[in-house]
């Protein structure tokens, strides 16, 4: 099954504070909050949410299609997603904007303080699906994951308009979303993503209870981070599959994006909830060893080996759809 994949294609800058943020916060200061970090080090690196699933699916054999809008800077990091076998056929260029920008810091509890500078990712409205989908490639789902609030809800109205089964994710743009947005995202959705507390804001802003939100969208995966990842469906018990454990953490920009990859590039192939969870949690441990959204390569005897270890002799087995289909 193919996938397209909407959202943000950005450039990360990503820098390490030796500290922990926790401590320079003074809770009777915290209404005039003013804090500078003296940071170790400095990764420009390839990524927006988008642009990092679509880089881990493409690593799978599965030649995703992303959807997105860049800047005329965007050049060389076409031909990298290019070359991992991504279909950018979905890209506009924007000659007025430059691509996003996503600054962050991380501590050494692995927190993060971030900001997002849309640029030409403010201009995804404008670009339509309908002439994208069709044909002898149309894709069996759509990913509707973090980007202009406008461009989220029209691409998941064109979905239910197409019959195209879409995800959401809609996560860090949880924060500009109002309840009437979050609810049309998810309506309908045969699979939501959140991490934990985007799962409690969705709750929130949508005015629904748990039960509400199982009724409205088909799966509902939910990170953990450490603790691994729970997925619900109405009507059944809830799943909980672990973390990898001891996974050493370089950066963890990243790696819910690559849970994504792995996740979907599993259930694309017919893999059940189960082992396609495992899979997604195996490679977000390798994508939190390295710095870097696209620092990784889709290695799938590497990825074999930690699905067994971690879950047991013979784990891998459900996976040999996907695991044996990298070209």
């Not at 924060?175 to 309908?188: F, M, T």
């Not at 929130?204 to 953990?224: D, F, K, M, N, P």
């Not at 899979?279 to 930690?306: E, F």
Request: overall charge negative.
């Amino acid at each position: 099954m193919r996938i397209a994949v909407t959202g943000s294609i950005a450039t990360d800058h990503l820098m390490v504070f030796p500290g922990r943020f926790a401590d320079q916060l003074l809770p009777d200061q915290l209404a005039h909050l003013s804090l500078s970090f003296l940071v170790d080090g400095l990764e420009v690196r390839r990524g927006g949410v988008a642009a990092n699933i679509a880089f881990g699916l493409g690593g799978f054999g599965l030649s995703p299609l992303l959807v997105g809008a860049v800047g005329t800077d965007f050049a060389e990091y076409e031909v990298w997603l290019k070359e991992h076998g991504v279909d950018t056929g979905g890209v506009r260029v924007c000659a007025e904007r430059q691509t996003a920008r996503f600054m962050c810091i991380a501590d050494q509890d692995a927190n993060q303080i971030a900001a997002f500078y849309a640029g030409a990712m403010t201009q995804a409205h404008d670009i339509g699906l309908s002439a994208l989908v069709t044909g002898p490639e149309r894709p069996g789902l759509a990913l509707i994951s973090p980007n202009d609030p406008s461009a989220m809800l029209r691409h998941t109205a064109e979905c239910r308009a197409l019959g195209i089964p879409f995800a959401a994710d809609p996560s860090q743009q949880l924060a500009r979303l109002d309840g009437a947005q979050v609810r049309a995202l998810v309506d309908g959705a045969t699979w939501l993503f959140t991490n934990e507390y985007e799962a409690a804001l969705l709750k929130e802003r949508t005015g629904w209870s748990h039960q509400e939100v199982l009724a409205a969208a088909g799966t509902w995966v939910t990170t953990l981070g450490g603790k691994g990842v729970r997925a619900e469906r109405a009507g059944s018990p809830p799943l909980v599959v672990p973390a990898v454990p001891d996974t050493p953490v370089a950066d963890p920009t990243g790696a819910g994006d690559a849970f994504r990859a792995g996740f979907l590039a599993a259930v694309s192939r017919g893999v059940p909830l189960e082992p396609a969870a495992r899979l997604g949690c195996a490679l977000a441990s390798v994508v939190l060893g390295v710095v870097g959204s696209q620092a990784h390569h889709i290695d799938l005897p590497q990825l074999s080996g930690i699905v067994e270890r971690t879950y047991g002799p013979g784990a891998a087995g459900p996976l040999a759809s996907v695991l044996g289909a990298q070209s």
